[in-house]
């Protein structure tokens, strides 16, 4: 969560009510990303009066995947549930996601947005294109409309934890892990209250570190432009050396201008995207922490009796019988 004091009240008022209802022993790791509104205060007031909740505070504003990366290392259950505090993913799909988990023996649970008519047509929109985009260089494994709201095992968060990449995208990242998977379908409510955290800027990062990080198509598109204008050079030269031997004026200097235009455009997009590649190496050389916990309400307070989930053994992640639910 971040900035959400807003909407906060509301997802606890449904949140709560359905874990208590699953009867089974479970935690709340409540992320907060660096808030600069009443979301903080607000989380320490609900952490007085609910037991099961744990609070993680990131020293700044890390970005949505680096918050939920601090809530997967700090969960402990068996099953871990990963929610938004918006109430676009409804909390009363978590026991629908358990049970399937259960039922089927898979290791991951997506919540699949079956209806999107909350969302507006540019959002419906570009989502589309980029579920798409990311089939089209190599996700294959990737479900559409299957965003961050969903259900792992503890070896399917076990794993996740264990990656050493920067700036990964969870939804690209788990489906690569080839664990067994099942899905649930679900309406896209609209947001409860508040405003959106996720503008154009960050939905076009997102893109861009999902596309930079999941595959090297860019890498190969850069080399097909390579080999493409080579070719279209050859053509010219061959039709300016015809040209010539046959009489006849070679054609004015627009279209030379066009053309030396057109390549220079290519070779900029090419070395942009060298570039982004090579970032992203220097990123993880430098081994810099993607967030930085301030605070974690487990940690502060350990004389504080806490209801914490038991423990269960469970040698195989398919096989896992009982379990708790951090979300």
């Known amino acids: ?51 099961q909740l744990r609070v993680v505070r990131l020293r700044a504003n890390s970005g949505h995947q680096a918050a939920i990366s601090a809530g997967l290392t700090a969960a402990r259950g068996q099953w871990v549930v990963t929610i938004d505090a918006d109430l676009q993913d409804p909390p009363e799909v978590v026991g629908e996601m358990l049970a399937t988990g259960r039922r089927e023996l898979v290791d991951v649970v997506y919540g699949v947005r079956t209806d999107r008519s909350t969302d507006s047509a540019f959002k419906r929109t570009t989502a589309r294109g980029f579920y798409r985009l990311m089939r089209m260089i ?39 892990l080839g664990f067994p998977e099942a899905e649930v379908g679900y309406k896209r409510e609209a947001r409860a209250a508040g405003d959106s955290k996720y503008p154009l800027s960050k939905m076009l990062k997102l893109t861009l570190d999902s596309v930079t990080g999941f595959s090297q198509a860019p890498l190969r598109l850069a080399t097909w432009f390579g080999i493409g204008g080579f070719l279209v050079a050859a053509v010219l030269a061959a039709y300016a050396l015809v040209s010539k031997l046959a009489g006849n004026p070679i054609s004015g200097w627009t279209s030379t201008v066009v053309i030396v235009a057109g390549f220079a455009a290519i070779q900029l997009l090419c070395l942009g995207i060298l570039g982004e590649y090579v970032g992203r190496i220097y990123t993880t050389q430098q081994a810099r922490p993607t967030y930085y916990v301030a605070y974690d309400s487990l940690l502060a307070a350990p004389s504080t009796p806490r209801h914490e989930p038991e423990p269960e053994p469970a040698p195989e992640a398919a096989r896992l019988e009982s379990s708790t639910v951090p979300a």
């Open 138 to 176: 190599g996700g294959d494994d990737l479900r559409m409309d299957a965003g961050d709201f969903r259900l792992m095992s503890r070896a399917t968060v076990d794993a996740v934890n264990a990656l050493p990449e920067h700036h990964r995208v969870l939804r690209l990242v788990i489906p690569t």
């Open 1 to 51: 969560m971040f900035n959400e004091d807003e909407v906060l009240p509301l997802f606890v008022d449904r949140l709560r009510p359905v874990l208590d209802d699953l009867d089974v022993p479970y935690e709340v790791v409540a992320v907060d990303d660096g808030s600069a509104d009443a979301t903080p205060v607000l989380l320490q007031k609900f952490l007085r009066d609910w037991p």
